[in-house]
């Protein structure tokens, strides 16, 4: 398998295991109705709907907000799309695979409900405080992943890869 395969296919697998969480999560499993679903004593299941961006930065849920993050998030998947195909490394390749898959599977969330379904929370209690991590999804997993596995391959793989 050519590495341009190999990165096409992680972003359509990434893309199919992140809508098919939600959707079951939603539609199956019902997590609006059931609240906190506590899985681990560090691990809760608990829905989110994130109108911001990364992180919940910059909540805005005016269409104007809406349709511009979707743009900015259209050019960053065509732009990574292009350095993915340019790529000569087949970590590279994946890395740019799952970023772009992340980016599209939380952009089909965007469009389909005016946010994005965030569901899993780790948190851990110390001295009676707990803290809380972000609540996230499979898509943002992804691009987590993508992101260290590009940087690694960019300061320590061989050839490392650049950007266009």
């Known amino acids: 398998m050519t590495p341009l395969r190999a990165g096409i296919l992680s972003a359509i697998v990434t893309v199919i295991l992140d809508q098919a969480s939600k959707l079951w999560l939603l539609n199956v499993f019902d997590l609006a109705h059931r609240g906190v679903v506590r899985v681990t004593p560090f691990f809760d ?3 989110a709907w994130n109108i911001g961006i990364s992180f919940g930065w910059l909540q805005n849920d005016s269409q104007e907000a809406q349709i511009a993050l979707m743009a900015v998030k259209a050019v960053a998947v065509v732009a990574l799309a292009i350095w993915m195909a340019r790529s000569h490394t087949r970590l590279a390749t994946v890395a740019l ?6 980016a599209i599977g939380n952009g089909i969330d965007r469009l389909a409900y ?18 809380n991590w972000y609540v996230f999804n499979l898509a943002d997993v992804a691009i987590v992943a993508g992101v260290a596995a590009l940087l690694y391959d960019s300061f320590l793989g061989v050839p490392a890869a650049k950007a266009p």
């Open 114 to 131: 005016g946010a994005v379904v965030d569901f899993a929370l780790f948190h851990i209690e110390i001295g009676g405080n707990t803290f």
């Open 97 to 102: 695979g799952l970023i772009i898959g992340g």
């Open 45 to 47: 299941l608990v829905l």
